[in-house]
């Protein structure tokens, strides 16, 4: 069986965070029946995202991505929200490496400044 596409694009997006911010926590939390294995998330001076699968996608939530600079529009997801915003990303949806580092970052910046 081959393997689920999530699970190789959680793992590019965890490399992609850890090396845009390479003192980030990850922790596994909200288990249950469900998601047996639990939510990935990742902090840094506060809550800078989690990244959740879903059937037909990944999403990767960012805590106070309202206040987070998004100058080349990768979140996808909540753009009115006060307080979180969302990258959705389907199978073969690309993700430019560079810009979502950036978006880390700045979530980092974000934590640190509040």
């Not at 689920?4 to 003192?23: H, T």
């Not at 915003?85 to 430019?96: A, C, G, K, Q, V």
Request: with cysteine.
């Amino acid at each position: 069986m081959a393997q689920d596409w999530r699970v190789g694009r959680v793992d590019d997006i965890r490399s992609l965070i850890k090396a845009a911010e390479p003192d980030v926590v990850e922790e596994m939390k909200w288990k249950k029946p469900s998601n047996p294995d639990g939510v990935p998330t990742f902090s840094l001076d506060g809550l800078i995202c989690t990244v959740e699968t879903y059937k037909g996608k990944v999403k990767i939530n960012f805590a106070k991505g309202a206040s987070v600079d998004d100058p080349t529009g990768l979140f996808s997801a909540g753009p009115q929200a006060a307080v979180r915003r969302s990258i959705d990303l389907h199978e073969d949806d690309e993700l430019d490496p560079e810009a979502f580092k950036a978006l880390i970052n700045d979530a980092v910046r974000v934590n640190r400044t509040r």
